[in-house]
């Protein structure tokens, strides 16, 4: 319970860090859900573009942001 409890306090001063400088740049944050992104990323981007899993999630995660169905 306290290395959960550790984990998710370092992920919200992360979060929140971000969300501040991009406030300050001048930029707008979008939240999305990073469910099954590895999975949808690895058969739909990964063979396609000639990258890795990680970077195809990525992809994935940017086009959730901008509002394109997987």
């Known amino acids: 319970r306290h290395n959960q409890m550790l984990s998710e306090f370092a992920t919200k001063q992360i979060q929140e860090a ?21 999975q949808i990323g690895r058969e739909k981007y990964s063979q396609k573009m000639g990258c890795t899993v990680h970077l195809a999630a990525s992809f994935v ?5 901008m509002g394109y169905q997987n």
């Open 61 to 65: 995660i940017a086009r959730r942001g």
């Open 18 to 38: 971000l969300e501040r400088r991009c406030g300050k740049e001048g930029y707008g944050v979008i939240q999305v859900n990073p469910a099954y992104t590895s």
